[in-house]
């Protein structure tokens, strides 16, 4: 069973920090993998996806990497700002044959909160 | 507008009484979902369905049902709502080629 662990649970920062949230997942068979961000009392923001043949993908001051063989994800926020404090949250997709499930596996997300 | 929309947002009902969560897309995405999030649980995958009259378990379908007569809607259904089901509720929708999920404002249902 695929599990997926976020590092850290919590993470406070002041404004113009350049940080890094980890997500690590145990199946490396996977499709891809998605992040997300979610504000408070509201539903999920698709941030970026990666899929299984590829390293990294970027939009704006997010950048987030794939290590498949390690089992491993980053998201990278650059110059961090009060704006950005939300809950992260990664989503694995499990593949097999070049095909996808459809079903994604979730961390428990990090809470970030970037103070002014 | 385009998205993917749930109703209601804000659902109070009582142990035993059945309701029924609506999610309506736009985009014509074969794939639909169901999850529900609670502390401690994070997100948690009820059903899904892969097309119209196509629906499978997740990972926590008891108490559930589910149907998709037409592609852009998805209701859920708890038969007979107990405590343990108060929660929020997302319902998603994915697109192909890259399989990316979208998600919606979610329901939060409590069950008195």
């Known amino acids: 069973k695929q599990e997926v662990t976020q590092i850290p649970a919590a993470l406070s920062v002041p404004e113009g920090e350049n940080l890094v949230l980890n997500c690590s997942f145990t199946?490396?068979?996977?499709?891809?993998l998605q992040w997300f961000r979610q504000d408070p009392g509201k539903g999920l923001t698709s941030l970026l996806l990666i899929q299984s043949s590829q390293r990294e993908q970027t939009s704006g001051r997010l950048n987030a990497s794939l290590d498949k063989s390690s089992g491993r994800s980053t998201l990278y926020i650059a110059a961090s700002q009060p704006g950005d404090s939300a809950t992260y949250l990664c989503?694995?997709?499990?593949?097999?044959?070049?095909?996808?499930?459809?079903?994604?596996?979730f961390g428990q997300g990090t809470i970030l909160t970037v103070h002014p | 507008d385009a998205g993917i929309t749930q109703s209601p947002r804000y659902k109070i009902t009582e142990t035993g009484r059945q309701v029924t969560l609506m999610c309506h897309q736009t985009?014509?995405?074969?794939?639909m979902f169901w999850y529900r999030q609670d502390l401690g649980h994070g997100l948690r995958l009820i059903y899904y369905?892969?097309?119209?009259?196509?629906?499978d378990k997740g990972e926590v379908p008891d108490g559930y049902v589910v149907s998709r007569s037409k592609t852009e809607n998805f209701p859920l259904t708890l038969e007979s709502a107990t405590r343990s089901q108060t929660s929020v509720y997302f319902c998603a929708s994915e697109g192909r080629p890259n399989n990316e999920q979208f998600f919606g404002p979610g329901t939060r249902l409590t069950v008195l």
């Open positions: 989503a694995v997709r499990l593949g097999a044959g070049g095909t996808s499930y459809g079903k994604l596996t």
């Open positions: 369905s892969a097309a119209a009259d196509i629906t």
């Open positions: 985009w014509s995405h074969s794939y």
């Open positions: 199946d490396s068979a996977i499709y891809n």
